[in-house]
């Protein structure tokens, strides 16, 4: 086994996530290489901190709970007349155009605003100024 190969399976070895032929040859491999056993147990004591101080906790999905309001929308939607909905998509369309310039205008900000960092310089006064207060 190549140490590429043992260094990108070691996470699924140390969690138990090997068939048992590969867990054997990175086994065999981690007893011959000092360097691969080194990075085995720098990454299994990183594993063992994270297992003590960060809880487990179990995602909980609820899908149908973000679903049914959404659902519940597009059917009031539907029974919009022609009109009320093109004039529904309309105020969307409108809205989406103003978040898209306020992000774009922000992003303008920022990017000049590290241009222009590279033009300031600091005062050379400023320690003396404030010893003199």
Not at 64 to 89: I, N, T
Request: hydrophobic share 45%; with cysteine; proline share 5%.
């Amino acid at each position: 086994m190549k140490c590429k190969h043992v260094q990108e399976a070691l996470s699924n070895y140390l969690e138990g996530g090997l068939d048992p032929p590969e867990r054997q040859a990175l086994t065999e491999h981690l007893a011959q290489c000092t360097e691969c056993a080194d990075e085995a147990r720098q990454m299994e004591r990183m594993l063992a901190v994270f297992r003590e101080r960060v809880p487990r906790h179990e995602p909980v999905l609820d899908l149908w709970a973000e679903f049914v309001p959404k659902l519940a929308e597009a059917q009031a939607e539907e029974k919009l007349g022609v009109l009320a909905r093109l004039g529904l998509r309309w105020e969307r369309f409108w809205g989406n155009v103003a978040y898209g310039a306020i992000l774009f205008t922000q992003a303008v900000a920022v990017n000049t605003q590290a241009r222009m960092q590279k033009y300031l310089l600091a005062d050379p006064f400023a320690d003396h100024e404030e010893g003199r207060a």
